[in-house]
């Protein structure tokens, strides 16, 4: 399925499109400095695994990958491992369509919550999430190896209504 948004388009990734997808993913940690992204090999074990779900995005049909989003669909849960976008392309909406195509993906296929976890210091990815509809569910002290917490956060659905639920944080950060 491809999904347009106002300004680029999404899909699932293609096996051509996985060294690009490497590309983008090391360009958007490499400016972390704490965080390893992952590797052409463990993206192409990412492909294979079948619940995993890797999607793209890029300005238009044919234009070069900016954006990359990882998950795991588990029985009635999709956890979101990574969700990067280029530096060159940041603020333009491409990881906010990428997270929209997850959660739509996530609400047709039976999915009661969505899942994943963020460093505390990361604004970005928080403010990202949290537009998207989901809340601190919880924190995890000291998480990372240099010791930042992790924030978790999580989207639920109405399991009659296969909306989402609009639900307070759990934790303050
Ligand atoms: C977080 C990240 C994926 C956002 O990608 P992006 O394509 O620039 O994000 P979008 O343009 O779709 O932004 C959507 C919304 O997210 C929030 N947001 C994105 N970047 C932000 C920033 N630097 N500061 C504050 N809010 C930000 C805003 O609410 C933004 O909406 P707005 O532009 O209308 O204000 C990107 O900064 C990135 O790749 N960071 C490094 C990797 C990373 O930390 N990934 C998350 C791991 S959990």
Request: aromatic share 8%; glycine share 4%.
């Amino acid at each position: 399925m491809v999904t347009r948004a106002s300004s680029c388009v999404t899909s699932r990734i293609a096996a051509a499109d996985l060294e690009a997808a490497r590309d983008v993913l090391q360009a958007a940690f490499a400016e972390h400095g704490h965080d390893t992204a992952r590797d052409l090999d463990q993206l192409r074990e990412e492909f294979a695994r079948p619940w995993s779900r890797l999607w793209v995005a890029r300005r238009e049909a044919d234009a070069p990958i900016v954006a990359v989003l990882l998950a795991w669909h588990i029985v009635d849960e999709l956890e979101i491992l990574d969700v990067a976008t280029h530096p060159d392309h940041r603020r333009l909406g491409y990881a906010r369509a990428l997270v929209a195509g997850a959660v739509a993906f996530a609400a047709e296929h039976a999915v009661v919550r969505v899942l994943l976890e963020a460093r505390r210091s990361n604004a970005a990815a928080i403010a990202l999430y949290r537009g998207a509809g989901f809340y601190m569910s919880g924190l995890r002290r000291r998480y990372y190896p240099d010791d930042e917490d992790a924030v978790l956060m999580t989207l639920a659905f109405d399991p009659q209504t296969r909306q989402i639920v609009r639900l307070a944080d759990e934790e303050a950060l």
